[in-house]
C-alpha cells in the first residue's frame, strides 16, 4: 500500500470497508506526510485525536455499524469549530479556542465516518485570496513555493493538492473554495446558498458563506458533498428544506446536446492569456463530447466588486462585534474599564485587514451612507441575480475562468489590498446570486502554474455541474497531475 496518500476518497473508503487497509493504517500514514507541517498548511495537529478517531472507526468496521465514509480522513478549514480540535478562523483573537460542540458539516462528515486530521490554515476570518492574511502565517503553494496557494481556503487547498489530506473542507463567501481550489490544481464545489449548514461555522458574511468539499476530483466532491449538505433547519434559519441527494448516482449521463453559457464578460481584456488559452482548450474537449457553447452576457459582472465588498464588510462588521474579549477569545491584559477592555482585546486580536473591513461595513451601514451604498449595493446584488436568471434562459450550465491570472507570487500584492479584491471579479457573481459553483483543472498556465475553469449552474443543480466536471475528468487527465516532488 505504498501509495495510499495518493488514493482518492472514494478509493480509500472501498479498501477500508473491504478491512484491506485498517483506519489506523490510513491515518497514520497521513499523519507521517504532515510531520513538520509542509507548505505550513495545518494550524492544528494533534496525532492523538486523530489516531483516537481512527480507533473508533476501526472498531465500527470490525463490528458492522461503519458509515460510508468510515475511515476515510479529511482536514478542515479552520473556521469550522471542532471539539477535537483548537479552532482560531486565522486570527488571533480566537487564539487557543476550543469549541464545546462540533459544527453541522464537521458532525456530518463525523457521521459519515470521517477521520479528522487536523485545522486548516486561512486567511483570517476567511477575508482574503492569498492566504496572507493568516495571523499564523503564510501557507505556500505546493507547485510553487514562492507563490501563494489562493484564499481564503489555501491550507485546504495546499493540503489537498500536497497529498498531506485525500480531501479538505473550504467555506466560500466570494470565491474561497473555488479560487485556492484552480491556484492549486484540485476540484472544489461551492452549493447553492443554503445546502450545507452554516451552523458552527464561523460567521464573515452570512448571506452569502457556504461550505463545501476540496477534493482532487469531481467525483470525490461528490460523495463528500452528499455527506455533508442536508437540511438543518433548527439551527441555521437558512438552511434549504430540500433532501440531500446522492451527488454520485447522478455521475455517468452524457452531455451530448448540454447548452454551455460563455459570458462574454468573463472573457475580457483583463483575463491572462495563459488562462484564456487553457479555458478556451477544455471548450473544445466538451464541444468534441457533445456540448453546444452559446455566447451570453452577464452585463453586471463588474459591478460584482463593489457590491460585494459593500456587503461583505458591512456583514462582517455585525458578525464580528461578537468578539470583544468577555467570554472567550483574546482578552488584554492592560485595561481600565469596560470600553478600554474592548477597545483594546479587538485592537491586539484582529489583524489589518479584518479591521479595514470592519470600519468599511461599520462605514456603509451608518446613518447618511446606508442608502447611498448598502441599500443601492442590494439592490444591484438582486440585479446580477436576475441576469443568471435570463442568461439560464439560453443555456444549461455556465463556463469560464475562476481567475483572471494564475497564483501571484507571496508579497506581490502586500501593499495593495485592492489588487486582491480586482482578482475576485469572476468568483463575485455566483456569489452574490447564491449559485452553485465549482472549478475543475484544465491544465498550466505561465510557470507550469494550474488554471481551474468555472462552472456555474442554477440552483440546485449540483448534480449537473458535478457531471459535467466529471464527464470532462473521464476525458482529460488535468486533475491527476501533481506537483513536481510529490
Ligand atoms: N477574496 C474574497 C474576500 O476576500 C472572498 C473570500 C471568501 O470567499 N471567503 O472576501
Known amino acids: 500500500m505504498g ?23 490510513v491515518a497514520t500514514r497521513f499523519l507521517a506526510r504532515m510531520g513538520g507541517n509542509p507548505h505550513h498548511a495545518f494550524l492544528d495537529i494533534d496525532s492523538e485525536a486523530t489516531l483516537t478517531q481512527a480507533r473508533a472507526s476501526d472498531a465500527k468496521l470490525a463490528n458492522g455499524t461503519a458509515g460510508p465514509l468510515e475511515g476515510v480522513p479529511i482536514a478542515h478549514k479552520d473556521v469550522f469549530v471542532t471539539r477535537d480540535f483548537a479552532t482560531t478562523a486565522g486570527s488571533k483573537i480566537l487564539s487557543g479556542y476550543r469549541s464545546p460542540f462540533d459544527a453541522t458539516v464537521i458532525e456530518r462528515l463525523r457521521n459519515s465516518g470521517m477521520v479528522t486530521l487536523g485545522k486548516l ?42 497529498r498531506l489530506a485525500p480531501a479538505a473542507t473550504g467555506t466560500d463567501t466570494g470565491g474561497s473554495i ?7 490544481g484540485i476540484t472544489g464545489i461551492k452549493p447553492t446558498y443554503g445546502r450545507a449548514s452554516r451552523y458552527g461555522m464561523i460567521a464573515y458574511a ?37 433532501p440531500v441527494e446522492n451527488f454520485l448516482a447522478k455521475l455517468g449521463d452524457s452531455i451530448k446536446g448540454l447548452r ?66 468577555v467570554k472567550f477569545g483574546h482578552r488584554t491584559k492592560d485595561y481600565t474599564d469596560l470600553v478600554s477592555m474592548y477597545k483594546k482585546s479587538r485592537a491586539e486580536g484582529f489583524g489589518e485587514e479584518v479591521k479595514r473591513r470592519i470600519m468599511t461595513g461599520a462605514y456603509v451601514l451608518s446613518h447618511g451612507y446606508y442608502d447611498a451604498y448598502y441599500l443601492q449595493a442590494q439592490k444591484i446584488r438582486r440585479m446580477i441575480a436576475d441576469d443568471f436568471q435570463r442568461a439560464f434562459a439560453d ?39 447564491g449559485l452553485p459553483c465549482m472549478s475543475v483543472p484544465v491544465g498550466v498556465g505561465e510557470s507550469n502554474m494550474p488554471v481551474g475553469m468555472q462552472l456555474i449552474g442554477n440552483y440546485l443543480s449540483e448534480a449537473r455541474l458535478l457531471n459535467v466536471a466529471h464527464q470532462y475528468q473521464l476525458a482529460t487527465d488535468h486533475h491527476l497531475q501533481k506537483p513536481e516532488g510529490i
Not at 463545501?212 to 470525490?220: K, T, V
Not at 460563455?262 to 457533445?290: C, H, M, N, W, Y
Open 3 to 25: 501509495d495510499l496518500h495518493n488514493l482518492s476518497v472514494k478509493a480509500l473508503a472501498k479498501l477500508l470497508q473491504s478491512k484491506e487497509v485498517s483506519a489506523v493504517e
Open 121 to 162: 490554515n486561512c486567511d483570517e476570518f476567511a477575508m482574503g485570496s492569498s492566504n496572507e492574511n493568516s495571523a499564523y502565517g503564510d501557507v505556500t503553494n505546493p507547485w510553487d513555493t514562492s507563490r501563494i496557494p489562493g484564499g481564503s481556503s489555501g491550507g485546504s487547498a495546499a493540503a489537498v493538492a500536497a
Open 178 to 184: 473555488r479560487q485556492p481550489a484552480s491556484f492549486c
Open 206 to 242: 452570512s448571506s452569502l458563506d457556504q461550505a463545501g468539499p476540496m477534493a482532487r476530483s469531481a467525483e470525490d466532491c461528490a460523495l463528500l458533498l452528499s455527506a455533508m449538505c442536508g437540511p438543518d433547519l433548527d439551527r441555521d434559519s437558512t438552511s434549504l428544506d430540500v
Open 260 to 325: 454551455i453559457g460563455i459570458p462574454k464578460e468573463f472573457f475580457s481584456e483583463g483575463l491572462a492569456a495563459d488562462v484564456r488559452k487553457a479555458i478556451d482548450a477544455a471548450l473544445k474537449t466538451l464541444e468534441a463530447q457533445g456540448a453546444k457553447l452559446i455566447p451570453i452576457t452577464l452585463p453586471r459582472t463588474e459591478l460584482a466588486i463593489p457590491v460585494y465588498y459593500i456587503i461583505a464588510p458591512a456583514e462582517a462588521s455585525s458578525n464580528l462585534s461578537r468578539f470583544d474579549g
Open 395 to 433: 443555456c444549461d450550465v455556465i463556463a469560464g475562468p475562476v481567475a483572471p491570472t494564475v497564483a501571484w507570487k507571496l508579497g506581490n500584492n502586500a501593499s495593495d489590498p485592492l489588487a486582491d479584491y480586482l482578482a475576485d471579479i469572476f468568483t463575485l457573481p455566483a456569489s452574490l446570486a
